[in-house]
């Protein structure tokens, strides 16, 4: 796999990591290996500049709020932390900020790093009046009927003159044996079980009813507070501010700790690493902040995260389980991937029976056999991961594992292309490869057909009603209707859903085609760029790898998509069926400008444009965006405190532009 396939490859992980997490609320994916692959992605995209995409997870704070609740927007934004995982990582940070202010002397406070939710609350004149999710750090879901439930929380400050309007930051978690009680409770009622606390917490913090949210009892340790417009001269370090909420009738942690210099903090995380096991609640790590206000004020933020705090992040749990047997799966595009069955083992807090084993070559790695004690561990690409075997504790006359040289599904042979490590079926028949195909289409982030789920689709298979995608567009009330419990409601509800899918736009529709290597970022790039389809089937591999964010295996594998005559056959079924299959944008050969493909760096506070409406502006007038000044950026638009940014623009005479001459060359 190339550096570049690498990068596409995590992003694709990484956003739909956190398209479960923040808006299914169903996390498939841990949080140490999404910090793992975000920072893999964050070194390579540091050593790549020009490889840097506006839809990259490093490219945003947070993810979108889900629509179940009224999104409001942050009166202060609650910023996300940057990770540290070890103390050569505690030593670099600290050289960065002092880079910023040298000198200052400065002592630490170290809070333990609660595994809940964070939410922001409002109070004016001492009276809550608004509890909100993070949601992506600027907008959040208005929650303050759920908030008002839990008891940690004062509806009214413990305060003779409260200040008129305070902002309150804290974590919302569910104690320990809250989690098991809530547990036993649905696994008793034959209900899925949460699969750790805070996927609890987030659970119970989105219910509708909030006398549900009052029973299951969540807690709420406080950890920071800011008075907009009131200069409260006593409250001037992180310390004063925990005091300040405890005074005012907060909870905060008891495990606080005051520290003189980075060794005391490493020592206190080194204590936590072991004791946090006895606590009554779940902490993944430590979060360290620079103490006092001032230095803080002057370190400021980056465009994520603040200069002055940093998140320890404790290692991935691993732990031995048995190898009892082999699977194996066969996705939409003919992937093979055996996955090992285990005997169920509690890991980080959830029971883990079965782990990804990649490929062929991983599986001959690990040189397997059934019966093998193994080590499991939240981590690697997908989790849980098989890391290691301990051949030492083999049963005799175990038989080694390997892949079929069939496929499982429709005993079709298996191929692998020469330089892939991925084993694939080939038949385009395979139940498999069309099980998927239309799984895929429907879902939401293609077609968001929500009335044709997984069990419909296998109905379908059975029955010989679909083949294809398009045999979806030809089905009728009466035929839906013939399948084993199916009324004709639900049949007319499953068609009336499939004919609404008609208007999903031309990016939806690409993506839904399972181009391999096209994601949804992708097909909305290449969307704008080849607004139609006749656009897209007659480019060649260069002009599409020409894109900003389209690389050369895309390309080739975008071409060798539209060369397959089945694949046009397909498009001209949709045509007839009346999709979209034309968008707005403009042609890539008619879309050049002033600055297409100059790369560009945003930096500082514009007088009237906001960065991300900079950025939107330079990418479509065919610009690239990145957040890193190098010797390959072109213009450095610069707005008021640019900083280190500008500083290193003139250090390597880079064309610097204020927004009126960015305007001026834009238009």
Known sequence: MTTFARVQELRQLLNRASYEYYVLDQPQLDDSIYDRLYRELQDLETEHPEWITPDSPTQRVGDQPSSAFTSVKHNIALYSLENAFNNADLDKWQERWQRVEDGLPATYICELKIDGNAMALTYEN?????????????????????VR?????????????????????????????????????????????????????????????????????????????????????????????????????????PNREQCKDLQSVQQYCEKWNTDRHD?????????????????????????????????????AEEVPTLLNSITIQVGRTGAITPVAELAPVELAGTTVARATLHNADRLAELDLHIGDTVIVRKAGEIIPEVV??????????????????????????????????????????????LRGGLQHWVSRGAMD??????????????????????????????????????????????????????????SRVLYGLGIRLVGSSNAQILSES?????????????????????????????????QTDSNLALIERLRSAGLQLKGEGKPLETAVTAIT?????????????????????????GGKVTDSVSKKTDFVVVGEDAGSKLEKARSLNITTLSEAEFLELLF
């Not at 750790?196 to 950890?223: C, E, I, M, W």
């Not at 409260?232 to 005091?243: A, G, K, M, P």
């Not at 075997?389 to 175990?398: D, I, Q, S, T, Y």
């Not at 493909?597 to 939107?616: N, S």
């Open 126 to 146: 001492g009276i809550l009046v608004r509890g909100a999710t993070r949601g992506d750090g600027i907008t959040g879901e208005d929650i303050t009927s759920n």
């Open 149 to 253: 439930t839990i008891r940690s929380i004062p509806l009214k400050l413990n305060l003779e003159n409260p200040p008129p309007i305070v902002e309150v930051r804290g974590e919302a978690f569910l104690p320990n044996h809250m989690f098991d009680r809530i547990n036993a409770q649905r696994e008793a009622a034959g209900e899925e079980k949460f699969k750790n606390p805070r996927n609890a917490a987030a659970g119970t913090l989105r219910q509708l009813d909030s006398r549900k949210v009052a029973d299951r009892q969540l807690d709420f340790f406080a950890y920071t507070v800011h008075f907009p417009n009131t200069d409260l001269t006593t409250v001037n370090s992180q310390w004063t501010s925990l005091e300040w909420l405890q005074t005012a009738g907060f909870r905060v942690n």
């Open 279 to 315: 606590l009554p609640y779940m902490t993944d790590g430590v979060v360290i902040k620079v103490n006092e206000f001032s230095i803080q004020d002057k370190l400021g933020f980056t465009n994520k995260f603040p200069r002055w705090a940093i998140a320890y992040k404790y290692p």
């Open 388 to 433: 290691m075997v301990l051949p030492e504790l083999r049963p005799k006359n175990a038989v080694r594992c390997a892949l079929p040289t069939e496929c499982p599904e429709c005993n079709s042979k298996l191929v692998r292309p020469e330089g892939e490590a991925v084993t694939r079926c080939v038949n385009a028949s395979c139940p498999a490869i």
């Open 449 to 506: 057909i929500n009335s044709v789920g997984e069990k419909l689709i296998v109905q379908l298979l059975n029955a010989t009603m679909v083949s294809s995608i398009a045999d979806l567009y030809d089905l009728t009330p009466e035929k839906v209707m013939e399948l084993d419990r199916t009324g004709q409601k639900s049949a007319e509800k499953v068609v009336k859903a499939i004919e609404a899918s008609k208007t999903q736009p031309w």
């Open 530 to 562: 080849f607004p139609t389809v006749e656009l897209l089937a007659a480019a060649e591999a260069e002009q599409i790898s020409s894109i900003f964010g389209i690389g050369d295996e895309i390309a080739r594998s975008v071409v060798q998509w539209f």
């Open 597 to 621: 493909g100059k790369i560009f760096v945003v930096t500082g506070t514009l007088p009237t444009l906001k960065r991300d409406e900079a950025k939107d502006m330079i990418r479509k007038a």
